[in-house]
């Protein structure tokens, strides 16, 4: 890839995106795994084992039986509520189509719809087993950016989800399959880097560095507005769904933008609010990681 971005910046022309040499998914013979749904497997799998090691820290508001149960409910919420908000916020023909609705390895998934889905999955479990729904909600705010940046490189070697058309000297624009001759953004990789490597970051250096698990509130606010202000930002260099293009030109925002705005002022709430509180009592240093 490496060599890739080189000679193209030599050359002063586009990448193309076939010249990477990906495919969309394995070809067993029988059936076509798909990298996005490898994707989302691998986001799950290193959350659960990552969670299994932040509920061993002091501190910790549940047990591992609550994170097997989380583990599952929470998957549910994701593919459910991932395939419905995008039903509902991005193509709404799929409604009157329920087995195109059902064809979950077409691609088509909201990060909006599958964080309420996250969210009522966390509450059922939350109400089930009396725990403190802030608190779990801070643990599973520090994992969820994992399966964002994994997501977005799955997008990305789809080749779907393209960016808008790039200017002139934008080396690392690139000519996408399905989306004309004229070199785009990959914003599906900056996506990853913002959503993904940088809130992962962020999020792993709040709970095992400092004092912020143990504000209850505080991980989740910082989550919903960091990956609020990400996905606004990447917005201006992703191209509108080809349904929603007249909405963004008419609104002047694009239905993404418009979603996160409640994202960003509910996060900026959390984490105001558990500022303004003292820490729990008996708040321990912050523990290394083992």
Request: charge should be positive; charged fraction near 15%; aromatic fraction near 14%.
């Amino acid at each position: 890839m490496l060599s890739l971005l080189a000679a193209a910046a030599s050359a002063g022309e586009p990448l193309y995106w076939v010249d990477f040499g990906l495919t969309r998914g394995i070809d067993l013979g029988v059936f076509t795994l798909r990298w996005y749904s490898l994707a989302y497997l691998a986001g799950i799998m290193l959350g659960y084992w990552l969670m299994l090691r932040m509920i061993r820290s002091a501190g910790a508001p549940l047990a591992q039986r609550h994170a097997d149960d989380l583990f599952f409910y929470c998957t549910l919420g994701i593919i459910l509520g991932g395939r419905l908000g995008y039903a509902t916020f991005y193509d709404r023909e799929l409604w009157t189509h329920p087995l195109e609705l059902l064809k979950l390895w077409n691609g088509g998934m909201s990060f909006h719809g599958g964080l309420a889905g996250t969210m009522l999955a966390i509450a059922w479990v939350s109400w089930r087993n009396k725990l403190s729904f802030l608190r779990v909600c801070d643990y599973i705010a520090v994992v969820v950016p994992f399966g964002m940046l994994f997501g977005r490189l799955a997008n990305f070697v789809n080749g779907e989800l393209w960016g808008r058309v790039a200017g002139e000297g934008t080396a690392w624009a690139m000519v996408f399959p399905d989306a004309g001759p004229l070199p785009r953004h990959p914003s599906q990789l900056y996506e990853a880097a913002l959503e993904g490597a940088l809130m992962a970051a962020i999020m792993l250096l709040l709970f095992w560095k400092s004092r912020a698990r143990f504000r209850p509130g505080l991980l989740v606010g910082i989550f919903a507005a960091g990956i609020g202000c990400a996905r606004f930002i990447v917005e201006y260099f992703r191209e509108p769904d080809s349904q929603l293009a007249e909405f963004a030109a008419r609104s002047g925002l694009s239905m993404g933008q418009w979603l996160t705005l409640p994202l960003i002022a509910a996060g900026l709430f959390f984490a105001i609010r558990a500022l303004r509180h003292p820490p729990l009592g008996g708040a321990a240093p912050p523990a290394e990681v083992a």
